[in-house]
């Protein structure tokens, strides 16, 4: 009955309308942008952490920049990857050629940004995020060859700066609360990106890539994300135990049985991967929501 009413609903929507919405759904999740939001979310959500007050332009100038990263690596990286996304691959042909000047674009926006609110010294900050990720795709990537999962350290550290990043940015000091956040940011970005590789393990093995799916058999790689998740689990708790982060933190622990859930389908392989893919990307976004939560709970 639902379905026949939504088919009814979606029959009635004009063609040119459907058209672009899913023109901007396919950007919205081909594009990386459904990931590289999670940048934002995790900055939001470590100012909400430590009860610090933020106005909204560093965390669009961390988007930015993420994307400015994700967008150059999937430009480089596009006849490879036609092998396990062929459908992010045919997206991102529509306008390949246009990918240089949109990361012009980008650039000059965050310099704008920073100019408006009279940041501008922090640019060698985000010129040095954009050129760790731009080196790792250009360089950094083939130590992965030598290091077994090189690339998901180096990614998740890639992640983990903005964090860190935060009281250059706002001025104000470094804490201990702030550290264990980067922790656990780094533990669970670390969890994330590296099960993005299961999709990869094919193009991995081609370019000879030490990542964990491919060193490892899939259920032992998967019972390993696993113990991750639990030390993510501890550090919160002790955090709360020891009064070094506010009680709402707790409700990212129900991060763990969705992770858990992701794993498990994964190793079922019943429910395609891209769809399991699609749940784990948009955790970060979920962050500051979930927050939100706690404190009403909490």
Not at 8 to 15: A, D, E, G, T, V
Request: charged letters at 15%.
């Amino acid at each position: 009955m639902i379905q026949e009413i939504n088919h009814k609903l979606i029959s009635k929507i004009p063609y040119k309308i459907k058209r672009i919405l899913g023109i901007i759904w396919d950007e919205f999740i081909y594009g990386c942008h459904l990931l590289v939001f999670g940048t934002g979310a995790i900055v939001i959500s470590t100012a909400f952490l430590l009860d610090k007050k933020i106005d909204w332009s560093y965390p669009i100038i961390i988007y930015l920049t993420a994307y400015a990263v994700y967008l150059f690596n999937r430009y480089h990286e596009v006849n490879l990857d036609i092998l396990t996304n062929p459908e992010r691959t045919k997206h991102l042909k529509k306008y390949i050629n246009f990918v240089p000047i949109i990361l012009i674009f980008v650039l000059l926006i965050i310099i704008e940004i920073l100019v408006y609110y009279e940041k501008i010294s922090f640019l060698p900050f985000i010129i040095l995020l954009f050129l760790g990720g731009l080196f790792y795709t250009v360089f950094f990537k083939k130590v992965t060859k030598q290091v077994i999962a090189f690339k998901n350290f180096y990614v998740a550290l890639e992640w983990t700066l903005p964090v860190i990043l935060i009281p250059i940015y706002y001025s104000f000091s470094f804490t201990f609360p702030l550290f264990l956040i980067a922790i656990f940011v780094y533990l669970k970005t670390f969890m994330i990106n590296s099960y993005f590789d299961v999709k990869d393990i094919e193009t991995d093995k081609k370019e000879k890539l030490l990542t964990l799916p491919v060193s490892f058999k899939l259920k032992n790689y998967l019972t390993f994300l696993t113990y991750l998740n639990f030390l993510f689990a501890l550090i919160i708790i002790l955090s709360v135990w020891f009064k070094q982060l506010p009680n709402p933190v707790l409700i990212l622990l129900l991060t763990i049985p969705f992770n858990l859930y992701v794993f498990k389908e994964t190793e079922k392989a019943v429910i395609p991967l891209s769809k399991l893919y699609f749940l784990a990307s948009g955790e970060f976004i979920l962050w500051p929501f979930l927050l939100l939560v706690g404190e009403f709970i909490l």
